[in-house]
């Protein structure tokens, strides 16, 4: 299939040493984000086996873009069935609670334009046993150019705003972090500093040890348990599958420092805990679990975040990103700097139209519900 001087190929997943190999060289002259590099597909692809379809984009012979699609079927309501194509994602609700973020199409610099627009054409026009093309979580400008490219109707799924803290302006600035921040916020950081202080010295502290690491992402479980629920779609630590991945994940990269795990200490008592992808100096808060205060004048999470957050300023890193999620401390300890959707990607099915009308009738009455009391 050609696309200008481009052609675009499709094969299976057999040969994951040459794939790796190829990935990596591309992933160094596309600077992509974590979710994108070998660092996060790799353990993906070992741990959950898919049978994923390896897309490669090459201008001559110059490999500049790939992706990684899954065919699956996905039933709705109980009667509508949906043969749907899905990026770097499986389609599987277990598997996919590792939330891939920041997703895309793997490009060479300058050329993502152009991997986007073959990749798309090819899926449209070669692959065409699909009744949605699903992908997320990515960046809305981005979905809405698919939807521009393709011309399909796109169906918002999930969508939620991104926050985080940019290291390298607030380094340039020579200000501290909590002279950043809103009053309210900053009192209740240096509140809470103050009351811990009390039980002995803050610290942050790293494990020594492969096993270490892993316990200390263990001791995350039960307060993240806690926090969000054990239900689906709650907490991932209820999940054998999530538990599986991270483990692969802290297994292969905290020895080469691509994971980071840190527990903050007030004298001898862990307070909270965070697990954090590393990748190209930018921080990305993955997880993490508090203690719980009786005292409302403790918070845990406000006090470790910013704590880690000095930290690596200090140690260069030049953002941390608190990813997507609408949760109210990530608004007061960042900035607003993306926003992020699943989108999925219809084409022209009936079945799919009468869901679409039902769905929007459903909101409508729904709306009424909710405005009524007001009015």
């Known amino acids: 299939m050609g696309a200008g001087e481009l052609t675009v190929t499709c094969s299976g997943l057999d040969d994951i040493p040459t794939l790796e190999a190829e990935w990596r060289e591309l992933e160094s002259r596309a600077h992509p984000t974590v979710f994108l590099s070998w660092q996060w597909l790799g353990p993906w692809l070992q741990v959950y086996r898919p049978a994923a379809k390896v897309l490669r984009v090459r201008d001559g012979n110059r490999l500049i873009g790939m992706g990684l699609v899954v065919e699956t079927e996905e039933v709705r309501h109980g009667v509508l069935r949906s043969r749907c194509l899905r990026l770097h994602q499986t389609g599987e609700r277990a598997l996919d609670q590792i939330w891939i973020e920041y997703n895309g199409f793997l490009a060479e610099q300058g050329a993502q334009r152009q991997v986007v627009n073959a990749c798309l054409d090819y899926l449209c026009h070669e692959m065409t046993q699909w009744d949605e093309f699903v992908v997320g979580a990515i960046e809305v400008e981005e979905a ?30 020579g200000k501290t972090y909590l002279s950043e921040l809103s009053r309210n916020t900053r009192y209740q950081i240096r509140r809470s500093q103050r009351l811990y202080e009390e039980r002995g010295p803050l610290r942050l502290i790293r494990p020594d040890s492969l096993e270490e690491a892993l316990a200390v992402f263990d001791g995350i479980g039960p307060l993240h348990l806690k926090r969000w629920g054990s239900g689906p779609d709650e907490s991932g630590f209820a999940n054998p599958d999530f538990v599986r991945f991270h483990r692969a994940m802290i ?108 769905r929007r009738a459903r909101n409508r009455w729904l709306g009424g519900v909710k405005a009524g009391p007001e009015s």
Request: with cysteine.
């Open 144 to 173: 809405n150019r698919y939807a521009a490219i393709t011309g399909l109707h796109a169906h918002v799924r999930w969508d939620a705003p991104c926050y985080g803290v940019d290291l390298d302006a607030l380094r340039q600035s």
């Open 251 to 358: 297994e292969q990269q905290w020895p080469h420092g691509g994971v980071d795990l840190v527990r903050v200490v007030a004298g001898d008592e862990d307070i909270a805990a965070f697990y954090n992808l590393l990748y190209e100096k930018v921080v990305y808060f993955y997880l993490g679990g508090m203690t719980q205060e009786d005292d409302n004048r403790f918070h845990p999470g406000l006090l470790g975040h910013s704590l880690c957050i000095e930290d690596y300023r200090h140690h260069g890193f030049t953002y941390y990103d608190f990813m997507g999620g609408d949760e109210r401390y990530k608004a007061n300890l960042g900035h607003l700097h993306r926003h992020l959707v699943q989108v999925s990607l219809q084409r022209d099915r009936l079945k799919l139209k009468i869901e679409d009308a039902a």
